[in-house]
């Protein structure tokens, strides 16, 4: 092995020399030193590579001498890519000696020798280079140089101000990774110093600690007591500087939120000493605690995070229901508040991280329990929905849930860890306490439950599943009477009853339970269904029953037990009629379901208007009727047909009534059903049906618009009624103006609110002026000037009468607000309604983009587009138009099917094809017109027809003529409209995808058409060129001042690649600069000579001349200079300019003889100057007031110069 030295270093490494043999080998060092983390990996491989494949000497040595001055550099991310790289070289290339390469680091990064400025860089530049000696994995085999690096380390320690503790970590790190008979031999006598003081720094102490969980045969509690005095860390004489040292690691980590390293080695080293009772009492509680809300808390719940996994069921139970759990929950309470610190996800991740790593359910189930146990006036400290529950094993999340239901039914709050936040009191009752506590902890507890469903990430099977469905469903719906066997839920009595809010809730949850059941994919993946492959079942068991069917069989069984189980809504003999006859339906169509779509629909229908019997009994006996008939008219044979059905609604028709009246719920779960059930009925759809679906769409039959109107109304009437208070509450306060200013009953909420409106309700002004006349409280003309003085009694009469009238009219305005806010809010039901029915209609053209109902969508989605982006800027109405929008052209316009059943039905397509076009063209706005075109092009499709790719000139039954005709009309609205709604882009599509007519077309759509490849690919080589030959006819008869100077440089362009006669053309173009006024700049003029380019003809340079610059020297003539006087260019021009006032004197006086001003002399500048008069001219004279001031006495000094 070769030891590179210092000297061979500098004597042979030749820089020039590497410079000019490989340039790509310095442009590792850059890359090395780079911002980005990956290009600096790159780097330090490819630089690695390049050395062990070149071996060449020099290299290596200059590579040894660059990474070894870049330790030292300004930027973090150099260094640390700097010292990486000699990492890697020192651990690749062995022979380099660590004793030589440490030598180097300290003879280039001297402190001793080092200016002020650049200490910190050199502090830096010993630091990586013993991080990269560390990093090596060569330093444990050369002790001397451990020692050395150990001792360099130590004496960076004084550099705190810009290293931290990264020296002490560092030596924890090399400690961490040495062999004992070295740390005994070697390091031990080295470090002595540090681990006598370890009670005076954190790093030291986590040295000390991380010595001692090393190497426990060498730090024996004997050698322990000659380095701190003491046999063991933790104990009473120690614990007052463990929780000082504690306190001071808390802050250094606040902004890294992280635990620190010797807090979790304190923990261990009670443990392994057995005094972890005490150190967690005086140590985390009795000290961390004591400190206000800050570091030290957040340092307390970390130790408690990081303990869990250390602890035994005994010490959890100590550390889990002590005073710092209790402060968690008073954080988390606290920060609630928007913009506080919230330690709950770290929480969140130490309890993860503790479920995922025990395999005892007791001590799994004992943290949870605990964490649900800690309760702020009943309700749990942690959300009901925690991600921390998907780490449960199976049976410990079975027991958790046989814990949440038997807490449901008897809680005991005796038992949970209360906490309460520093701002409440203990005003309340224990009884009334109690109450709502228990209230509280039940609201709780079934969104817990729900959410264990519901969150698919849980390992659950269909037993627990089931059962807390049943749970939910039972107390939602039903009370126990007396316990029976059989029905579980009956077996355990409430020990509080419930009360109609948590009863609600419950319901919601079991709805909202419901939902979720109906889309859950099988859960024993291990049973096959009869399914296709690829295709998941959703909503069904592992034997092929549906969850709604088993929770209807359920809720049979308790209504037949009505001796155990109560109903809690009363059900009449027509609603247990009705239920019965409902199952019966189900049990039928059964068997039919997996075969028929349509009697799969009825059977989720008939199940969820069955179990809406429990919460609105009269509303689901009347639908399940309807369903009933409709049913049994689908079941009827289709070959029979009577008479009275052409009378009768189809049966579809009613289905679809229905679905629309259970959509008008708020209700998840009915959204999810009426979307699945009118999937399974769409091939069964009728006109009827569609249009009463687009009946709750159509704009002209909304009553919106006068609900708006009423609103403005209303609106209206507040702004004049609320100004009319403001002027009788003003007429008011002047009638009381002799000072009883305490009298006045009026808010100051209303008097601002009356402010802020301009006009007056004159009803109101009426009123108030019959109030007053009746009074005699209103002044009047023919009235003496003398004050009439009024008796007490009319005083007090007329305040009555007034209040009585302020008082109605209050109340009026508030029934108005409220009359408002009702309307608000009925409008935005309907917008939820409608984007709800939005689904039927994407399921329909999903299922039957291919029938001939799709035709009946366009025109009323158009208006509903065009209504729609008109309307108002709501959030709401905005989602409304964008799911419309989106719809009509991704779905129905530029679907995959596209309606194909035309036959019988051209008349009517070309009428409407004729509407779409001409309604296009009347349109304001060029975005609604988009759709209008888009829906014009998909009917020219759907009659057209299928089509082959190879032959797209067949048209169909597209009459041509008409069809042309009406295009043409378009495009020539679009080219000679200055303000058209059309847009290039349309026809430029129309032409893409309808290219077969082209040539067929005047000369405006020949501008579109020839920017078209699809043009060129339909024409031969003599229909192409005979194009051409007419384009350019045609463009000599073009006037450029309209539209089509914006294709004509494509189509000359264009034209010149056939061989086309052109010189009529260029002579008229030519001809069109005869009198060179196209020679100027502007769009015309460019487009001409860019056209007149194509041909050779390049546009003349015109000779920029200065006429302003020639004139003004031919005129300057030398003229002679008076004697005396100043050249006129060094005279000072009169910026004050007399004012001439009315009726004052303007005579003009001759010019002085001593206008003119000495060479050599200066006047002093004074804010007030006298007027100085130029010779030969003549001046008005200022006036007697400026004159007299500009007129005054010389200084000494001026006369003196004089």
Partial sequence: ?????????????????????????????????????????????????????????????????????????????????????????????????????????????????????????????????????????????????????????????????????????????????????????????????????????????????????????????????????????????????????????????????????????????????????????????????????????????????????????????????????????????????????RFAPEMEAYVSTFLQGCVEPDKQLQVVLAFTQLTHQGCPAVPSFWKVLEHMGLATLRRYVDWLKDAFCHPQLQDCLEFSTRKQGGGQKPDMQKESCVLRFRKWIIPRLTSIVENHQIKKDEDLVMGIARFIFFHAFFDTTKPNAELLETQTKLSVPLDPSTRAVTSSAFYSLLQYLNILPVLDDSMETDVPSGRRVLGVMSDGSMWMYRLAQYANALLKQDTHARSAQTLGAKHTQAWDSMLQSVESLEKKAKKSPEHAAFQHLLLIIGMQIFKSPEESVALLADLRSCMEKAQQNKSRKRKKEETEPHWVEVVVEILLSLLSQPSRLMRSICKTAFSRICPHLTEPALNTILDVLDPSKDEGTVEVMHEMEGEKRNKEEEEEEETGEVSVNMFHQDGEEDDSSCDDDDDDDAMEQEEVDQDFRLELMKVLHGQNALAREEDSGEEEEVDDEAMMKLDKSLAALFSEQRRKRQGRQEEKERVRKERTLVRDFRIKVLDLLEVFLSKQGSSGLVLCLVEPLLAVIEKSMSSEVVQQEQDFLRRAADMFRNQLCRGKHYCREVEGREAELHEMLERLIGRAQKLPDSSVALYYFSAALYLVKVLRGVVKETDTRIMGKVDVARVTSWFRNALLSFMTRRKSPLTGDMFIDLFNRFPVREKTHTQPHIQLALQSKEVKQLMTTAQWTELCQTTADQLQQVELKNKVQLYLTHLVQVILKVEVNLDSLRNVLRSMNSEGSLQKAGQLEDTYWSVMKFFNIQKPRVEKVKKAVAEQVEQETPKKKKKGFLPESKKRKNRKKPTILEGMDTTVAPATAGGGVKGGKKKKKKKNKKRKVQGGEETQTPPPVKKAKAQQPQSKKQRGRE
């Fill in 1 to 341: 092995d070769v030891a590179v030295t210092d000297s061979t270093v500098s004597d042979a490494v030749d820089p020039r020399g590497i410079l000019q043999q490989n340039r790509e080998f310095l442009d590792y060092f850059w890359d090395i030193a780079r911002p980005e983390r990956g290009t600096r990996l790159k780097a330090v491989e490819s630089l690695t590579e390049h050395l062990k494949s070149s071996e060449k000497s020099d290299e290596l040595k200059y590579s040894l001498k660059r990474l070894v001055d870049g330790l030292s550099h300004a930027r973090e991310d150099a260094r640390s890519g700097y010292s990486l790289a000699l990492a890697q070289v020192l651990s690749v290339f062995e022979e380099i000696s660590l004793k030589s390469t440490l030598d180097q680091i300290k003879e280039k990064h001297n402190l001793q020798t080092a200016k002020k400025k650049q200490i910190r860089n050199v502090a830096f530049g010993n630091f990586f280079g013993v991080l990269a000696l560390s990093q090596s994995t060569r330093l444990h085999k050369e002790p001397q140089v451990l020692l050395e690096c150990v001792k360099l380390l130590q004496s960076l320690a004084q550099y705190r101000d810009h290293l931290r503790d990264l020296p002490r970590k560092t030596m924890v790190d090399i400690l961490s990774e040495t062999s004992e008979e070295v740390f005994e031999e070697v390091l031990f006598s080295a470090l002595h110093s540090d681990l006598t003081s370890a009670l005076s720094s954190p790093e030291q102490l986590e040295l000390l600690l991380v010595a001692m969980q090393r190497f426990p045969s060498i730090i024996k509690p004997a050698k322990l007591k000659k380095l701190l005095g003491t046999t063991a860390i933790i104990n009473k004489q120690n614990l007052p500087r463990l929780v000082a040292l504690l306190k001071v690691s808390a802050c250094s980590v606040k902004k890294e939120s992280v635990l620190p390293a010797v807090a979790m080695d304190l923990m261990q080293a009670s443990l392994r000493e057995d005094s972890f009772p005490l150190f967690w009492q005086e140590a985390v509680v009795s000290g961390l605690m004591s400190e206000p809300p800050g570091p030290a808390h957040y340092l307390a719940f970390r130790m408690l995070g990081a303990a869990l996994p250390l602890l035994s069921a005994a010490q959890l139970q100590v550390v889990l229901s002590g005073d710092v759990m209790r402060r968690y929950g008073e954080h988390v309470v606290s920060a609630q508040i928007p913009g506080r610190f």
